[in-house]
């Protein structure tokens, strides 16, 4: 018996979201690739969001590539209480966050990422798909045109480990295995790094489990330059700050902390 084929759910969580979530839905609708699950988890909006939402769902109906859509509205505690929601409503094989106002890169994004994974699974050394496959993003502004690539780049071969360095994937660009996604949870004791913690987690599970992480090559996402840690910089640098003291000790994270520093005087 043939296994089915291989499902992604791209997950976004919005709030009143009406004058972004169309880019975002639209970039969605667009992608050629059939086994893909659209999970929106909305924060009960009281703006026109939840119409944009219903038309999605009608011109789906009659698609030539019809992708799953799974909606659900109710207060929530939060961005990060709202992606635990829809970790707990995906059903493909991997999860991606792409959040309202952001957009997949290219059409055949997720034909690519498919590719890698069944790549692996088929060609690798566990015979089991990747734990994570990640890529790269760009940084867009509101009207959608290219502002700069991210200054952390993602490293050829990515672990745990690299994350000291700063979060060198944008969530945007790194999909995980469901079931893992969901056993790591996002910890809503972080307001504002939580996702830096949860991709983390997952990387480290990885490594237990010796699971391959696959390095996709391709640039996933583009995603506006203002986001919510982008307004609230101070407060999650110190909430990272704490994360990487969780995960790599006291003294790694200073010398990593002065590390920082020097580059950035010579940069310069």
């Not at 659209?38 to 219903?54: A, C, K, P, Y």
């Not at 790194?174 to 996002?186: K, L, P, S």
């Not at 489990?209 to 995603?223: C, E, F, G, M, P």
Request: proline share 3%; hydrophobic share 40%; net charge neutral.
């Amino acid at each position: 018996m043939s296994e089915p084929p291989l499902k992604i759910s791209v997950a976004t969580v919005t709030y009143n979201a009406a004058e972004l979530i169309e880019k975002t839905i639209a970039s969605v609708e667009a992608q050629d690739y059939p086994y893909v699950e659209h999970v929106i988890v909305d924060g009960n909006s009281q703006d026109s969001t939840l119409e944009s939402v219903h038309h999605y769902q009608e011109r789906n109906s009659v698609a030539q590539v019809r992708h799953e859509i799974v909606c659900l509205s109710e207060p929530d505690e939060g961005l990060y209480d709202a992606m635990n929601k829809a970790l707990d409503l995906a059903t493909g094989e991997y999860v991606l966050f792409l959040n309202a106002g952001d957009t997949f890169h290219a059409a055949d994004t997720l034909s690519k990422i498919a590719a890698v994974a069944l790549q692996e699974k088929d060609g690798g050394k566990t015979k089991k798909y990747p734990a994570v496959i990640y890529g790269d993003t760009d940084l867009v502004d509101a009207e959608g045109h290219f502002v700069r690539r991210r200054r952390l780049s993602p490293p050829s071969r990515l672990t745990w480990r690299s994350f000291r360095q700063g979060m060198l994937v944008c969530h945007q660009a790194f999909f995980a295995q469901t079931e893992m996604a969901r056993v790591a949870r996002y910890d809503l004791r972080y307001r504002f790094s939580a996702d830096f913690d949860w991709c983390v987690r997952i990387l480290r599970e990885a490594a237990r489990q010796k699971l391959a992480i696959s390095n996709a090559r391709i640039t996933v996402a583009d995603y506006l330059n203002e986001g919510m840690t982008t307004r609230n910089h101070k407060a999650s640098l110190r909430e990272r700050f704490a994360i990487m003291v969780k995960h790599y000790g006291l003294i790694s994270t200073l010398l990593f902390h002065l590390w920082f520093a020097v580059r950035g005087v010579v940069k310069k």
